[in-house]
């Protein structure tokens, strides 16, 4: 019998494209970026039933996945990054240059609208060609303001943390395959053997 524990065995590489899905409209971000995955976890306490130091009988704790927390850094600025995940309003020159940034007000900046984002990296073969995408899914999505440092050693670095919780239906991410990146779109996956839905 042949030997499938490596089905469907995945290598990719660098970060090709993020994009977001905010309020209906689609952005696509081309950056040097790195994304760490952080989950966020509850512990929920067992209970003991224990008679003269004798244990009769227990429910063992558990872990509930709350959030996973996502810290996006890139040492460029892509302002409709930024409007996309801690809101406000950027406004450019006729010839397409950032003339200025505004922030959220204070008291709004934690009450930002909800997004979907996907991640996509890069799938290489064994001869060093790109034969797909792998592309993370994240829904429900929600920004903290973002943070930057600024050096005199190196260029200014800004960092976008995002917590993304569970959907409606309880999925807190999807791993997908797919041949091309979308224009616009959610990712179309490879179709699964034998046909059928998604």
Not at 78 to 94: D, N, R
């Amino acid at each position: 019998m042949a030997n499938t524990s490596n089905k469907g065995m995945i290598a990719s590489l660098e970060i090709s494209r993020i994009d977001i899905k905010k309020g209906g409209t689609w952005h696509s971000f081309d950056t040097q970026t790195e994304l760490e995955i952080e989950p966020e976890i509850e512990e929920v306490d067992g209970v003991n039933l224990i008679v003269k130091g004798r244990m009769i009988a227990q429910k063992l704790g558990q872990n509930i996945l709350k959030y996973n927390e996502l810290t996006i850094t890139d040492k460029t600025l892509q302002p409709q990054l930024v409007e996309a995940i801690q809101g406000g309003t950027c406004v450019y020159t006729a010839d397409g240059k950032l003339s200025k940034y505004t922030p959220p007000l204070a008291s709004d900046a934690l009450k930002q609208e909800a997004f979907e984002m996907y991640v996509y990296s890069s799938i290489y073969n064994a001869g060093g060609t790109i034969e797909g995408y792998q592309c993370i899914k994240f829904g429900n999505c929600k920004g903290d303001p973002v943070t930057f440092t600024l050096s005199d050693e190196d260029f200014t670095e800004f960092e976008y943390v995002i917590k993304a919780s569970a959907d409606t239906n309880g999925i807190p991410y999807e791993i997908i395959r797919c041949a091309t990146l979308p224009d616009g779109a959610e990712p179309t996956p490879l179709e699964p053997q034998g046909g059928g839905t998604q």
